[in-house]
């Protein structure tokens, strides 16, 4: 059974903090590159960051030099540390497995006031 769980996620001011957790089931953990995804209201949802298995990373543009994904491969979790934040990083953050499956967890609300 596939599992994700993303906690970690709150109000924050601009220029602010958080970590964000994602405790995934080890059937899609353990060989899988994982990823952090967002959807801000009235948009699509986006990727952010991919972690691969062997711990290779890759951030699009609009996060790169703030946020720092990670994972625990003992814990089956992942991990996205983000530093000054904006308020266009507003959004519901999810994780999942890259490409993603078609199967979401009920994903973590960050809000970032101005």
């Known amino acids: 059974q596939v599992q994700l769980v993303e906690s970690g996620g709150g109000l924050v001011q601009a220029g602010g903090s958080l970590r964000l957790s994602c405790a995934a089931s080890?059937?899609?953990?353990?060989?899988?590159?994982m990823a952090w995804y967002r959807q801000a209201p009235g948009k699509e949802r986006e990727l952010v960051a991919i972690i691969t298995s062997a711990g290779s990373t890759m951030y699009v543009h609009a996060v790169k030099g703030r946020f720092t994904i990670s994972r625990d491969n003992a814990k089956n979790t992942v991990y996205l540390q983000m530093n000054s934040l904006k308020p266009e990083d507003t959004a519901v953050y999810y994780c999942?497995?890259?490409?993603?499956?078609?199967?979401w967890g009920q994903g973590t609300q960050v809000t970032v006031s101005s």
């Open positions: 999942n497995v890259w490409p993603a499956l078609d199967y």
């Open positions: 080890g059937s899609i953990f353990n060989s899988n590159a």
